[in-house]
């Protein structure tokens, strides 16, 4: 919001405070997605993620824009359900036998 040229102080503070907020998030999404072996947007795409500009933190550090941590987003859910439909199918595949062995138990001790 700029008014006559002037941008007011407390516009600015919120505009740092949501990249601050962002480099937080992106930095937990970092960790998550290293646990899972998913790889981050590349730091060059400029619609994906940008680096802080301001004088505060000379490191200028890198985050999300909100596109970029969609896609994040949603390879994580994708590497969450596959592994989830991994067990999933384990435990079928497990208790399908299991519950044929407890059947066939069931008619021979059952008399």
């Not at 997605?33 to 890198?62: F, K």
Request: aromatic share 10%; hydrophobic share 40%.
């Amino acid at each position: 919001m700029e008014l006559w040229g002037y941008v007011p102080e407390e516009v600015k503070t919120l505009e740092q405070a949501e990249q601050w907020l962002a480099v937080l998030q992106t930095a937990q999404l970092r960790r998550r997605a290293e646990r899972y072996g998913i790889e981050m947007p590349d730091t060059s795409a400029e619609d994906l993620g940008r680096r802080m500009e301001w004088d505060a933190d000379q490191n200028e550090p890198y985050y999300l824009t909100s596109k970029g941590m969609r896609l994040v987003n949603l390879a994580l859910r994708e590497e969450e359900k596959y592994r989830w439909d991994k067990w999933n199918t384990r435990i079928s595949v497990t208790i399908a036998p299991l519950s044929l062995i407890v059947a066939i138990l069931a008619l021979v001790y059952g008399k």
